[in-house]
């Protein structure tokens, strides 16, 4: 009979437990049961109790109750096994997203653009030829993110934020603020298995894993491409954007007609678009 592993996550859950079972000494070993963090996903109190590994993402008592990290350790049996994971975060290639309510992928400057009465062909300009660096810090930006990541990194053993401060400029790591590519979550696995004395993920396994979160790359501005000095994210680049492939000005046209429309759903927004393309 199998161990019961509790996986306690965010979106970077799904990807990693696939990782995880890629390891035969862990699937054979361990039935992983996952439970999604934000949507605050109930665990039944028998699963804690029986419980023979917790891998979770840290989460404060505050706001979290009976979810809270420190609580559902605190109802594990003694010889249960808790290893926490950093919640992986990167702002540095959207430095202007912001985390308003009401609409996906906010960004500061073009919603404060769309605030005033200019027309759609105005907003575009401005945002596209606006010198950003003129309004806003990004090195202060970008170096406190890069603090709050390096405190989440001190509460676990997997190791990331050098990784990525080394390798950004010439290959994507995450596709959005908060969905890293598939070498940082290689990296988390593997950092698991170790701490469980479990042998790395074989490479050969991992050659046809599929990558993580393949409907949406966000977009980067070429300014912060530019800022960066990125091998990638120029004008003429185009990302997958839930079935289209767009540049950067291209995203931002829909990101405007969406918002002058009043319409929320943004993501849904998009799929329509790319819908009406392919018809």
């Known amino acids: 009979m199998k161990k019961i592993c509790i996986l306690h996550?965010?979106?970077?859950?799904?990807?990693?437990?696939?990782?995880?079972?890629?390891?035969?000494?862990?699937s054979s070993?361990?039935?992983?049961?996952q439970f999604t963090n934000y949507t605050r996903d109930h665990i039944p109190a028998e699963l804690i109790a029986a419980c023979d590994l917790f891998i979770y993402q840290p989460l404060p008592a505050e706001n979290w109750a009976e979810l809270a990290s420190d609580k559902i350790i605190s109802r594990l049996k003694s010889k249960a096994r808790a290893i926490a994971f950093p919640s992986m975060f990167f702002k540095h290639y959207w430095p202007l997203w912001s985390n308003v309510r009401g609409f996906n992928y906010r960004d500061i400057f073009l919603d404060s653009l769309l605030d005033r009465d200019l027309s759609e062909s105005q907003v575009l300009h401005l945002f596209m030829n606006t010198r950003l660096t003129n309004i806003y810090?990004?090195?202060?930006?970008?170096?406190?993110?890069?603090q709050i990541e390096r405190d989440k990194e001190q509460q676990t053993p997997v190791r990331y934020v050098d990784w990525v401060l080394e390798n950004y400029r010439q290959k994507p790591v995450f596709k959005t603020i908060n969905h890293p590519n598939t070498e940082l979550l290689i990296i988390t696995a593997n950092t698991l298995l170790e701490e469980l004395g479990m042998d790395r993920l074989p490479e050969n396994k991992l050659e046809n894993f599929p990558p993580p979160f393949p409907e949406f790359e966000q977009p980067i501005h070429p300014q912060v491409a530019e800022y960066l000095g990125l091998e990638f994210g120029g004008p003429e680049q185009r990302y997958h954007v839930y079935g289209a492939e767009l540049t950067f000005e291209e995203y931002v046209m829909r990101y405007i007609k969406c918002r002058r429309n009043n319409i929320?759903?943004?993501?849904?927004?998009?799929?329509?678009?790319?819908?009406?393309e392919k018809a």
């Open 264 to 276: 929320e759903d943004f993501i849904g927004f998009l799929m329509a678009a790319a819908r009406m």
């Open 137 to 146: 810090d990004f090195k202060e930006i970008m170096d406190s993110s890069e």
């Open 29 to 33: 070993t361990y039935d992983i049961h």
């Open 9 to 26: 996550a965010n979106c970077q859950g799904e990807p990693l437990e696939e990782l995880l079972l890629l390891s035969e000494e862990f």
